[in-house]
C-alpha cells in the first residue's frame, strides 16, 4: 500500500513544475520581444534547428519559410477544389497529418501546367525518385503528445488552428502553439460553431461553401489572426455562437507530456 505521505509528495513537485514552466515561457516571451530583427525569413530558413528560441519550445507564430517550390494552396483548394485530407490524408487517422507524396502531384501535374518553371521543379524531384524537401513550419516539442485524428475525429477545424491555409499564398504559422494556448482550449471547450465561423466556410443549403474574399487583399501573415481576433469580439457572431455543445478535453498534465 502507498504510504499517504507519498501521495502529497507528489504536490510541491508539481507546483515546482509549473513555477519553472511559467519562469521559462516568461523568458522566452521577453526574448522574442526584444529580437525584432530576427523576423529575416532567410535567416530562419539557413537557421539548422529552426527558428525556435531552444530545442524545449515549439515553433514560433508567423514563421513563413520560403519552400523548395512555391506550392499555393489558394489555387489548389479555391480553384481546384481539392479537399484537405485529399493531400494531408491521414489527419483523421493517425497524429501526424501526413504530405502528399510526389506521385499524388504528379497525377495531375504530368498534364497540368507542365511548362511552369515550378512544375519544372517539381518533374525533376520525379524523374530524380526523390522527395520534395519542405521546409517544416508547425512543430510541437519532442516531449509534447499531440494526435491530429483526436482533434479532427471531434469536429475541430483545420483552421481553427492553422488559420484559412486557402487563403495563404505561403503557409505560416497563425496559432502560437504553447501550452497556455491548448490548455484554453482544453479548459473552455471548443465551439462547434466558432471553429466553423474560423474556417471561412459558410453553409449554403446543404452544403459548405467557401466564404468570398479577394485573394489579392490577403497578404501573406498577420491581418488573419487579428481577423480571428475581431471576429470572436464581434458583437454580431454573438447569436451565432451559442454556448452549447461545448467540446471540453482532458488537462491534466499526462494527457499532453507522456
Ligand atoms: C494539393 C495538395 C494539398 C492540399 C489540397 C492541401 N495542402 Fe496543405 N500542404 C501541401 C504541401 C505540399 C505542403 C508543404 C508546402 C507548404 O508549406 O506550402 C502543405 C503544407 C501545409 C501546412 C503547413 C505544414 C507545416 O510544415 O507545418 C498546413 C498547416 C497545411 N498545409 C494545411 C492545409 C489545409 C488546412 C488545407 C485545406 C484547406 C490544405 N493544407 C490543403 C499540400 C496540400
Ligand atoms: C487535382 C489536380 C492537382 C493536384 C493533385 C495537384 N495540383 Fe498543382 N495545380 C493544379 C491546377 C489545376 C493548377 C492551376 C493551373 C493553372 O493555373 O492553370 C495547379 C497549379 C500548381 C502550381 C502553380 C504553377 C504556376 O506556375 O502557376 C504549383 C507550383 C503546383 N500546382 C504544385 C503542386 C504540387 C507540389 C502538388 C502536390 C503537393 C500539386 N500541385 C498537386 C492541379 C493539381
Ligand atoms: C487542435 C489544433 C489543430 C488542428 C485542429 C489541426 N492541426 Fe495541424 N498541427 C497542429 C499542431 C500543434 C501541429 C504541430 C504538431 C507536431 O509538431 O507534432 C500541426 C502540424 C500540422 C502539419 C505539419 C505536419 C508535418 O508532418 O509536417 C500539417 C500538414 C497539418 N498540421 C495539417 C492539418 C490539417 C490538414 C488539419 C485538418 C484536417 C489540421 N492540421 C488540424 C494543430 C492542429
Ligand atoms: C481549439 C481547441 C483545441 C486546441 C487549441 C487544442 N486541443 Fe487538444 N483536444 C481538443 C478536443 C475537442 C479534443 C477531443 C477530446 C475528445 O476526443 O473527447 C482534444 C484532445 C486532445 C488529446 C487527447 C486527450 C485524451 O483524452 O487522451 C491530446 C493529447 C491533446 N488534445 C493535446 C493537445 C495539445 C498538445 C494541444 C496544443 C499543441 C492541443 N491539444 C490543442 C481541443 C483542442
Ligand atoms: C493540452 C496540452 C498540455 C497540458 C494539459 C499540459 N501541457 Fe505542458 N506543455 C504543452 C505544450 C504544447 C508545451 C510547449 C510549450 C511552448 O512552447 O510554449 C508545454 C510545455 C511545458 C513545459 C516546458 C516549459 C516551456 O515553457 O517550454 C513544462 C515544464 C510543462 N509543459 C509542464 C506541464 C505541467 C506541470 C502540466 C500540468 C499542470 C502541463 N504541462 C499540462 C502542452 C500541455
Redesign the pocket.
Known sequence: MTPSWRKWAVVPGLMAAVVVATALTASRAHAQTSAPAAADTTTKVNAPRGPWGYSGA?SVQGYSPVQPIKFPHPVHVQQAKMNCQYCHFSANKSPDPGLPAVGTCMGCHQIVKTTSPEIQKLTKYWTDKKPVPWVRIHR?PKY????HM??V??G?TCQ??HGQVQKMPQVFQY?S?NMG??VS??VNG?DPAK?QEASGYTKSGNSWVLASTSLSSQPAGGLLVADAKAQAASPASAPLAAPIGL????YDCA??HY
Request: glycine residues 4%; contains cysteine.
Open positions: 515549439s510541437v509534447v503528445h499531440f494526435p483526436r482533434h475525429n471531434a475541430v481553427n488552428c496559432a502553439l494556448w491548448c482550449c482544453h471548443y471553429g467540446k471540453k478535453a482532458r494527457s499532453c
